[in-house]
């Protein structure tokens, strides 16, 4: 049983395009992020919602923006796609917000920009 | 900006060698802590965790590290084997950002045969 699943696992589009990467965690919890790493293998935050609730937003450009239909799932929309947004993403979750647990990631979505 | 980091990218150790993965931090609010091992194609996969409240963690073969005095935390990797060739990272959060989680650089540990 996968406990953080995303899809697709690659995605190759153009330049300009809008895409989605969906994200679906079976572990209950209530907190999910999204996490980008570049090509230098570094993690970073993108965002951080609590049952459905953004609570965290670095400074990413709007063109990327996330939604939590329920709270098992939070699903990446990017606009108007562009060659820097070649990346990893990653979703995760964890069991609280307040009280520090680890978060479980799913295996990534490889987003190529041509 | 405040951030997590690691000293060496690249550690090659011989199987059956310890292994000793190093990372320094920057925020005096780090108040939680965690290695996460990162295979090829894979997500991170926790290791181990340690709190403020501690200054060491052992699990099965792998010990973890914290010195607060010096912002150093480190992973101790026993009897090493092929299969921890993957990168490791360290990651740090404080209850005041939400269980964010700020990552360092990664190290890339190899395990030759």
């Known amino acids: 049983d996968t406990a953080v699943s995303q899809t697709p696992k690659y995605l190759v589009t153009q330049m300009g395009n809008d895409k989605s990467i969906k994200c679906e965690q079976n572990l209950g919890h209530d907190t999910m992020y999204w996490y980008k790493q570049d090509s230098k293998k570094f993690l970073k935050i993108m965002f951080s919602y609590n049952n459905k609730e953004l609570i965290i937003n670095e400074t990413v450009p709007n063109r990327f923006s996330p939604k939590s239909p329920d709270k098992a799932h939070l699903n990446l929309h990017i606009n108007s796609l562009e060659l820097g947004d070649s990346a990893v993403y990653f979703c995760?979750?964890?069991?609280?917000?307040?009280?520090?647990?680890?978060?479980?990631f799913g295996q990534g979505t490889r987003l190529t920009v041509v | 900006g405040e951030s997590v980091g690691l000293h060496l990218p690249t550690l090659s150790v011989q199987e059956g060698d310890n292994s000793i993965i190093n990372c320094a931090y920057s925020n005096s609010a780090s108040d939680y802590f965690i290695w996460y091992k990162q295979e090829s194609g894979k997500g991170p996969q926790f290791i181990i965790d340690?709190?403020?409240?501690?200054d060491k963690r052992q699990g099965q073969r792998v010990t973890v590290l914290l010195n607060k005095t010096v912002k150093h935390l480190s992973l101790q990797i026993a009897a090493t084997q092929p299969g921890d060739s993957a990168v490791y990272f360290c990651?740090?959060?404080?209850?005041?950002?939400?269980?964010?989680?700020?990552f360092g650089g990664g190290t890339r540990l190899m395990v030759k045969p």
């Open positions: 990651a740090e959060s404080h209850n005041n950002a939400g269980n964010m989680l700020t």
């Open positions: 995760a979750s964890s069991q609280e917000l307040r009280e520090n647990t680890e978060a479980f």
């Open positions: 340690i709190r403020s409240n501690m």
